[in-house]
């Protein structure tokens, strides 16, 4: 955000609104109500697999399931 700030396309109240719904967590029953999750856990298949498939289970209808990952295919991961 503070780029956008810099540039004048956003302003630094909602640039601070914005980062103040942002937050990590690594307990599940926090996670039930929100609207975007995404994982970043190691880099390997089973392990994001099986994450990705706990999390299907806890996320609201309708959220927002992504993973942090350059090297395994988001396809792979999500027909699993």
Known sequence: PSRLVKKGRLTDGRAAATMA???TTTIFDLIDDRDLVIEAIVKKVE???ALLKRLHGICQHGAILASHTLSISI???FAA
């Open 21 to 23: 719904q942002v937050g």
């Open 47 to 49: 392990v994001k697999t």
């Open 75 to 77: 396809t792979e991961l």
